[in-house]
């Protein structure tokens, strides 16, 4: 049976001047860290204010380093810990190991693990963050799915990797689809309605078109990556339904800033005292 989140699934904290969201599912696992960043909080300065996580933008390097040193504090781990990876809109997954472990992992989409003492860290600033958990394997993983790497389904290239790799039952998994540009905001071009009717059955259903308008129309990227994590096996569907687009003043967006912004942050990461038996 697939689940979608009740309202308080997810919940903001506040520490000092920075705000992150928590994911009440994870709260029963104290080996397990985890945040969704918001903008809120950090020392970068317009139009990158203030928790900018990405040397990509244009920001300074001084402070996202910073930004980034107090991002890891307030989960309790190091930036050495962190692990990371160039975004390319693809489906790729890697998994990271003690043998090919370092702080950037290379041009993927995906990054999975079971090991200790590593903390997978991703930006994002539209497309779709996928958190992933199996507490039985003890297996995290993170993935970024813009509206390419959902035609490539990156959603159901990570839990299949999880499966082969780790081997996870998806039953098992619980997944977040992190805040991200919503269907009331997306407007999207024929290339998107074209590829989307390569890919799913009924593609119409996740576009809305207004106005009449045949060329263009709003695409549900939330509801597409759903579909693809329940036809791979999820049960444990968590939706944030946070749309970055409307919500400027907690999330960074490329699209309604017109490309003149930061990356917000999502880590999760296993630490040395979890429990064995658990």
Known sequence: MITQAPSDSIYPVTFEN??????????????????????????????????????????????????????????????????????????????????NRQTMMGYVDGLITREIETCLFMRFGDCTPLIFFDPVQHAIGLAHAGWRGTMQNAAGATVKAMVDEFGCQPRNIITVLGPSIGPCCYEVGEDVMAAAAE???????????????????????????????????IEQ????????????????????????????????????DRQPNE
């Open 18 to 99: 920075l705000t992150f969201y928590r994911v009440q599912a994870f709260d029963n696992y104290p080996y397990l860290k985890h945040a969704i960043f918001t903008r809120k909080g950090g020392v970068s300065q317009a139009p990158f204010q203030a928790l900018n996580l990405s040397t990509s933008v244009g920001d300074s390097p001084q402070a996202v380093e910073e930004n980034i040193h107090i991002a890891c504090q307030v989960i309790d781990v190091s930036s050495e810990q962190t692990v990371s990876c160039y975004l390319v809109h693809g489906a790729e997954i890697l998994i990271v190991n003690k043998t």
């Open 237 to 272: 569907i968590i939706q944030t339904e946070l749309c970055t687009a409307c919500r400027t003043d907690e999330f960074f967006s490329h699209r309604a800033e017109n490309g003149s912004t930061g990356r917000f942050g999502v880590m999760i990461g296993l630490q040395a």
């Open 199 to 233: 890919i799913f059955v009924n593609s119409d259903s996740l576009f809305i078109r207004r106005n009449g308008n045949l060329n263009h129309a709003h695409f549900d990227m939330w509801e597409a990556n759903r579909r693809q994590l329940a036809e791979a096996g």
